[in-house]
């Protein structure tokens, strides 16, 4: 797909094209399912003070952005198994000292 763009706006699937200061930007962008990846391409076209071509590629996994933009971490099962079975240990020994006493 060929999807025309203002400079700033997320990046669709495709071919992405828009007009940046100065000159022309295309961003081919697609998605490795197998990888979790985001990949680009990006060919800029400047053709203000020194007319230049510029290019840049780029890949991201798309879970650990999620993760770090969320300020969250990946943790084994098992870690969250032994911390619920430590926490529901400390529920019953503490039963008898609550005020709101479990049905």
């Not at 999807?3 to 000159?23: D, I, P, Q, V």
């Amino acid at each position: 797909m060929i999807h025309f763009t203002k400079e700033g706006a997320h990046k669709k699937l495709g071919l992405n094209l828009y007009r940046s200061a100065g000159g022309f930007v295309a961003v081919w962008a697609w998605y490795d399912f197998a990888r979790y990846e985001g990949i680009s391409y990006r060919f800029r076209l400047r053709l203000h003070i020194q007319p230049r071509l510029m290019w840049e590629a780029t890949r991201f996994n798309v879970i650990e952005g999620y993760l770090m933009a969320h300020d969250l971490e990946l943790v084994h099962r098992e870690v969250l198994e032994d911390l619920n079975a430590t926490e529901n240990a400390v529920k019953r020994t503490n039963e008898p000292l609550a005020y709101i006493k479990p049905l």
